[in-house]
Antibody
Framework: QVQLTESGPGLVHPSETLSLTCTVSGFSLTGYSVYWVRQPSGKGLEWMGRMRYNGDTSYNSALKSRLSISRDTSKNQVFLKMNSLQTDDTGTYYC??????????WGQGVMVTVSS | EIVLTQSPTTMAASPGEKVTITCRASSSVSYMHWFQQKSGTSPKPWIYDTSKLASGVPDRFSGSGSGTSYSLTISSMEAEDAATYYCLQRSSYPLTFGSGTKLEIK
């Protein structure tokens, strides 16, 4: 069955780089797209970017200068890197798929705190 | 960027009451998606392609709309429906979510 699992550090210091991994199972990254969505604590959802099945990427323009999404298809992993983190980047980060339809499967999320 | 405006922001409904949540887009979109999120959990797909129920969603839920106006309706509110609901447009990038509607049970 389809599963997505996020992993990464729970604490990042201000101005440092966040690195997250989304490990997928039940489908191939060369056949389906994966997206990153974040949710600041107590707030709504924000689309961050996409790794398309063909390797193309798209980014939210508000984050584009700080954000990079890549993948390793042999490991079924999609990576998110975002630099220059600030306290308002604190929140839960999710990866989600477009398997049958948009955002049909979600990971459990990883809570990231930006603090010194 | 297409801005999605949800209304109301919060509401409370009694068991059995009909509930309608609206999502208005700043430009026309082809489809609207809806997600349900309960505290401390990942969002769940609820309605996709405007009116199709995701797997496991009770049929008291329905979705409708076109152009710039979409809605999620619960025909008869139940306690388990208390949650926050978000709309999502995928017609143009960046993909955007509404700010959410928190639905509580009276």
């Amino acid at each position: 069955q389809v599963q997505l699992t996020e992993s990464g550090p729970g604490l990042v210091h201000p101005s440092e780089t966040l690195s997250l991994t989304c490990t997928v199972s039940g489908f191939s990254l060369t056949g389906y797209s994966v997206y990153w969505v974040r949710q600041p604590s107590g707030k709504g959802l924000e689309w961050m970017g996409r790794m398309r099945y063909n390797g193309d990427t798209s980014y939210n323009s508000a984050l584009k200068s700080r954000l990079s999404i890549s993948r390793d298809t042999s490991k079924n992993q999609v990576f998110l890197k975002m630099n220059s983190l600030q306290t308002d980047d604190t929140g839960t980060y999710y990866c989600t798929s477009r398997y049958n339809y948009y955002f049909d499967y979600w990971g459990q999320g990883v809570m990231v705190t930006v603090s010194s | 960027e297409i801005v999605l405006t949800q209304s109301p922001t919060t509401m409370a409904a009694s068991p059995g009451e009909k509930v309608t949540i609206t999502c208005r887009a700043s430009s026309s979109v082809s489809y609207m998606h809806w997600f349900q999120q309960k505290s401390g959990t990942s969002p769940k797909p609820w309605i996709y392609d405007t009116s199709k129920l995701a797997s496991g969603v009770p049929d008291r839920f329905s979705g409708s709309g076109s152009g710039t106006s979409y809605s999620l309706t619960i025909s008869s509110m139940e306690a388990e429906d208390a949650a926050t609901y978000y709309c999502l447009q995928r017609s143009s990038y960046p993909l955007t979510f509404g700010s959410g509607t928190k639905l509580e049970i009276k």
